[in-house]
């Protein structure tokens, strides 16, 4: 994810898709672990644009990532067509952070509440098996990324 330029004007690299004046690229061919993913977003950069995990800061940015991210996969929603998000509480079991900048999450979307706490799971994960909800997983799992 990266920002559009002044105004949401400028435009997004191709595959890129643009929301709300920023580009997202939805990796569905690849598959990585979420310290891969960092990296395989930091290497698609574009221009002078920072790429990074998406970070999401409103529930209308959640839905927009949600639901292209079921399109994607359509009827086949399971753990294995799940995506990285930026956000981990790998330093202290329970205060999530986005990676970038290591703020706290103002927004979330859990698909429960003991699913933000489960101990050993500590990346954010945008589960398919449950229906694109947010989920504490582990930080190996190979799936895609949402830049």
């Keep these: 994810m990266f920002a559009e330029g002044a105004g949401g004007r400028g435009f997004c690299p191709n595959a890129w898709i643009v929301f709300e004046g ?16 960092i990296n395989f977003c930091q290497s698609h950069r574009h221009a002078h644009r920072n790429a990074h995990l998406v970070t999401v ?11 292209t991210a079921r399109r994607l996969f359509k009827s086949e929603l399971g ?9 981990s509480d790998l330093e ?6 986005w990676y970038p900048n290591h703020q706290m999450l ?31 997983y582990y930080c190996a799992l190979q799936i895609h990324a949402i830049c």
């Excluded at 920023?22 to 993913?37: I, K, P, Q, R």
């Excluded at 800061?57 to 639901?67: H, L, N, V």
């Design 22 to 37: 920023s580009c997202y690229l939805f990796a569905d061919e690849a598959n990585v672990s979420w310290t891969e993913a």
């Design 79 to 87: 753990t294995r067509n799940s995506f990285w998000m930026g956000a």
């Design 57 to 67: 800061e409103t529930r209308a940015e959640d839905m927009f990532i949600k639901d």
């Design 106 to 136: 103002n927004y979330t979307s859990f698909y429960s509440v003991a699913e933000s706490h489960t101990p050993d799971q500590d990346c954010l994960i945008l589960w398919g098996a449950f229906n694109m909800g947010w989920g504490d």
């Design 92 to 97: 202290v079991e329970g205060p999530w952070r």
